[in-house]
């Protein structure tokens, strides 16, 4: 018997171990941290000054879920401009509420809220643990932030049997306060007994001992020992629902890839790595070459580590020093954002004339003219013109006239800094599912694209009037 399955490339294993890894926004960041550090990136913290000097790379970070990167031109002079890519590292999930407790019908329960747009039925009978970082005081008084991914199966959202609710398949109704609760386990007698050690000596112990009220003794004790620290010094933390099981590829050759977080790790991932695979013609840049990654994108950008705060300013303007205004005029910035693919089963809600297809994978130009996109008429033509050269295909993408459009950071940031930007995408299935889908294909393609961008941007940009 022969097999039609196809090898898979480099690319896309490394793609998958990284977003494998990668199951929120703080370990996104840290793994992409990682990635530059290895490729001789230097990071910069905010609190301190910077010497920003040619053939310099460097990363900033903020909240530990925003990181942005920079690669400054061999022969880049003050004023010359950036060549930026703009991407985010949320996506929709289950976040654990300041008060998790819960206990009902003589289950563990713990509480959880809605985190963006999610399409929350996909979460229900699925097999998930938890992620993100914990705040704790160590024996000296210092505290401590500490990144968790629990390596098993701990939490499930279970359905309703049909039998007890027999129009589910007409008509499914999630009421998101009642119907999406976690349940971690069932409640015994040693478990109703149980809490953290008893302490009185001081009053720091008693405030500690009422804040693990809050949770589960035994949630707090599984955090506990992914952090070595005890219980009772856990301060605070970010935690998120994950599903459990790996991405990979699938389909008959291997064609596709199924994962959570496409939107918009992907997109993350294939910015950072075009910039490092542009190096070797750094040389003989004059601009700076740069890709930002925001938090908060999934729901409207508006905190320190969005792309709705001064951090993107602040940044540049350190940069550039005295020549900020000349710098932007000079500049361009990619939007990316995964894109609509058309649905086989629902192919009626894209515009006939606009339907990006995994077939090709082609990159995609997103265009609306209510400025939901930032793309005009010429950052369109720089975009396609830079994937001529980078032999990679293009696709368009509208929305339907009788529809509401979604929208990316492209608008937010090309309004606030006055910066030429695109918006573009590569396409997908199933967007805001705790299950995506996209094809390796497609990765390829925004691999090739990203680092075209970075090679080809001075000679595009100087070859258009403008």
């Not at 097999?3 to 990668?22: C, R, Y």
């Not at 020992?225 to 291997?254: H, M, W, Y």
């Not at 894109?339 to 006939?352: E, G, K, V």
């Not at 094809?439 to 403008?466: A, M, P, R």
């Amino acid at each position: 018997m022969t097999s039609l399955a196809g090898s898979v490339s480099k690319n896309v294993d490394g793609f998958l171990k990284f977003i494998n890894k990668s199951p929120t926004a703080f370990h996104c960041v840290d793994n992409v941290k990682k990635t530059l550090t290895s490729a001789g990136f230097k990071e910069l913290r905010e609190n301190e000054q910077w010497n920003i000097e040619p053939m310099g790379k460097y990363f900033v970070i903020k909240n530990a879920s925003c990181i942005a990167a920079f690669a400054v031109g061999g022969k880049y002079q003050n004023g010359n401009g950036f060549a930026l890519t703009a991407t985010h590292t949320d996506s929709p999930h289950l976040r654990v509420k300041p008060v998790s407790k819960r206990d009902t019908c003589d289950y563990l329960q713990v509480n959880v809220e809605c985190y963006g747009g999610g399409i929350w039925h996909t979460w229900f009978d699925r097999d998930l643990t938890l992620a993100g970082r914990v705040f704790f005081r160590k024996t000296n008084d210092k505290i401590c932030q500490h990144l968790v991914h629990i390596d098993r199966p701990i939490l499930r959202v279970p359905t309703i049997a049909i039998h007890l609710k027999r129009d589910t398949n007409e008509k499914l109704e999630i009421n998101k306060q009642d119907h999406l609760q976690a349940v971690l386990s069932l409640k015994t007698e040693e478990e109703l007994n149980k809490s953290c050690k008893k302490e009185e000596p001081c009053e720091t112990t008693k405030v500690l001992t009422d804040e693990s009220k809050k949770h589960h003794s035994q949630l707090l004790e599984l955090l506990a020992n992914e952090c070595q620290c005890q219980a009772k010094d856990i301060i605070n933390f970010d935690l998120i629902l994950a599903d459990t099981q790996p991405s990979c590829v699938g389909g008959l050759r291997n064609e596709f890839i199924y994962s959570g977080r496409l939107d918009n790790q992907m997109s993350a991932y294939c910015a950072i790595q075009g910039l490092i695979h542009s190096l070797d013609t750094l040389p003989e840049e004059t601009f700076i070459r740069g890709a930002l990654l925001y938090d908060n994108e999934e729901i409207g950008s508006e905190s320190a580590q969005g792309a709705m705060s001064e951090f993107t300013q602040h940044t540049l303007r350190r940069i550039t020093r005295d020549e900020y205004e000349r710098s932007i005029s000079n500049s361009f910035l990619v939007s990316a954002d995964m894109a609509h693919a058309i649905h086989p089963n629902y192919s009626s809600l894209h515009d006939r004339d606009h339907q990006p297809s995994l077939l090709n994978g082609g990159v995609v130009v997103k265009t609306n003219c209510n400025n939901r996109y930032a793309t005009t008429a010429f950052t369109s033509t720089v975009i396609k013109e830079i994937a001529r050269l980078s032999n990679v295909p293009v696709q368009e993408f509208c929305m339907r006239n009788d529809m509401p459009c979604g929208t990316t950071v492209g608008p937010i940031i090309s309004s606030r800094l006055g910066m030429y930007t695109v918006d573009v995408g590569a396409p997908q299935l199933s967007m805001h599912s705790i299950r995506e889908m996209t094809s390796t294909e497609t990765l390829e393609h925004y691999l090739d694209f990203f680092k075209g961008f970075y090679k080809n941007f001075k000679q595009v940009y100087d070859s258009i009037e403008h």
